[in-house]
């Protein structure tokens, strides 16, 4: 068989197998957080928020609501090196992110059942 025809067979039987794939995936709710700060905003958004007193001041003196926060945890990015996530027993995390235009940075503290949001600053 000549290897253009074979290269043509290929892409056609990938090409179906993604178009089934894409159509079976579409309707579920499917995510693939396959990366560090992927699996650790994951781990976060799916547990209880707690916002502390300090953060509740800081939200209000900045103008900043809980939707801003919930855009950041699903997509910023987190900051490992300022981070300290191997503390016992709740790690603390360093988040970024960028909301209509303002960065925000806050400290996360994850435990197993809760995730508490201990500081908020904009800049």
């Known amino acids: 068989m000549i290897l253009l025809k074979r290269f043509v067979f290929y892409f056609i039987g990938f ?17 693939f957080d396959y990366g560090m700060d992927a699996r650790t905003l994951k781990s976060i958004r799916t547990k209880k928020l707690i916002f502390s007193e300090d953060t509740y001041v800081s939200m209000k003196n ?21 981070s300290n996530q191997h503390k016992k027993p709740c790690p603390e995390y360093a988040v970024s992110g960028y909301y209509k235009e303002k960065k925000m940075e806050f400290l996360v503290i994850r435990c197993d059942s809760f995730a508490t949001i201990d500081s908020i600053s904009v800049k």
């Open 15 to 31: 090409s179906l197998g993604s178009i089934i794939v894409y159509f079976i995936w579409k309707g579920k709710n499917v995510s």
């Open 62 to 82: 900045s103008m900043i609501d809980s939707t801003a926060v919930l855009f950041i945890l699903s997509n910023g990015d987190v900051d490992f090196g300022k």
